[in-house]
């Protein structure tokens, strides 16, 4: 059975870092892009990166552009997003999934077998 299993959330000052992890079993990460979500209290789940099959090709939302890094290591079977500059905004619940379909990498419905997810804080 598919799992993705979030970590490394927590809660942290703003300018801080953080490096999440996604560690996938019961299907390998390899031939899949993946991506990463987020979803802050009262709002809908916005996208937040993703990461082709080949981890050649990297995409994110404007707001974490320059901050943010997506990357993968296929031997591990995990994904990962390391977060520099964190800002209060950044807060939220993150999310890993496999991009199951073909289509827009910011659309939630193309991905499937999402993780439990993992809190992000950031104190101003």
């Known amino acids: 059975q598919e799992q993705l299993v979030e970590s490394g959330g927590g809660l942290v000052q703003a300018g801080g870092s953080l490096r999440l992890s996604c560690a996938a079993s019961g299907r390998p990460i390899e031939a899949y892009a993946m991506g990463w979500f987020r979803q802050a209290p009262g709002k809908e789940r916005e996208w937040v990166a993703s990461i082709n099959w080949s981890g050649s090709n990297t995409y994110y939302t404007d707001a974490v552009k320059g901050r943010f890094t997506i990357s993968r290591d296929d031997a591990k079977n995990t994904i990962y997003l390391q977060m520099n500059s964190l800002k209060p905004e950044d807060t939220a619940v993150y999310y890993c999934?496999?991009?199951?379909?073909?289509?827009?990498?910011?659309?939630?419905?193309?991905?499937?077998?999402w993780g439990q997810g993992t809190q992000v804080t950031v104190s101003s």
């Open positions: 999934a496999f991009k199951l379909h073909s289509g827009d990498y910011y659309s939630a419905r193309y991905y499937g077998y």
